[in-house]
């Protein structure tokens, strides 16, 4: 048993040792799959489908993680990540609507080193919400004029919306130069983002929902010796 303990402790030490923090940041492109439902009647439904009525919508990311090797060409990275989720509406005849969620995440990204400077990985990510927020944006005419005017009204929607999700990520990112890297990961979401409980209640309808949070993210990380 002493000497199990010692082994372990060896190499924590030796993982601490070779342990690296580093800082990330770059561009999320999201957007949300799914659908939403309104059920008015047994035969009367109202459908938001967010494959076919959105696109994707550009945000940010920002954060820092810590690298741990295991062995030489294998490594686990925890990291604490701002995210800019959300998606954009299509233009449906005058009307036009954009979802924003930030996010607090925090993945468990864990990497092999294929070749020199190239790393593969895969990961869970846990998504804490912070806030959602909507934009309607309406474009009407004035009457007898060709002169258009765009009606903007902004509010918070994060009620709608569980606090915590997961999903999966897969990526691969490229060292250049000494401690410089690029990467590019692709998130999954797997829980529904939508707090059911919680949707607008109306006479004689049920509100339903089952949507996912997908993104890609590009960016630049910098890791400290």
Do not use: C, H
């Not at 920002?62 to 701002?82: H, K, Q």
């Not at 800019?84 to 005058?94: P, T």
């Not at 070749?115 to 934009?135: A, E, M, P, Y």
Request: aromatic fraction near 12%.
């Amino acid at each position: 048993m002493k000497k199990t303990l010692l082994l372990l402790t060896a190499i924590l030490g030796a993982n601490i040792a070779t342990a690296q923090l580093k800082v990330k940041a770059g561009t999320n492109i999201s957007s949300i799959t799914g659908s939403t439902n309104v059920s008015v009647s047994p035969n009367i439904n109202y459908t938001f489908d967010f494959n076919e009525r959105t696109k994707s919508k550009t945000g940010f990311y920002a954060g820092l993680g810590y690298e741990l090797f295991i062995t030489d060409n294998f490594s686990v990275t925890p990291e604490l990540i701002y995210n800019q989720m959300g998606a954009n509406g299509i233009m449906v005849q005058n009307q036009k609507s954009t979802v924003q969620q930030d996010y607090l995440s925090l993945p468990a990204f864990f990497e092999y080193k294929l070749i020199d400077n190239l790393r593969l990985g895969l990961g869970l990510q846990i998504n804490q919400l912070i806030q959602s927020k909507s934009k309607e944006e309406i474009v009407s005419t004035i009457p007898f004029t060709e002169e258009e005017i765009t009606e903007t009204t902004e509010g918070k929607n994060s009620e709608f919306f569980k606090k915590t999700g997961y999903g999966l990520t897969a990526g691969a990112s490229y060292t250049f130069l000494k401690n410089f890297s690029v990467e590019a990961r692709y998130y999954f979401g797997i829980s529904n983002i939508y707090n059911e409980g919680k949707l607008p209640k109306m006479d004689g309808a049920v509100a339903t929902a089952n949507a996912k949070n997908q993104s890609i993210q590009i960016g630049l990380a910098y890791k400290f010796n």
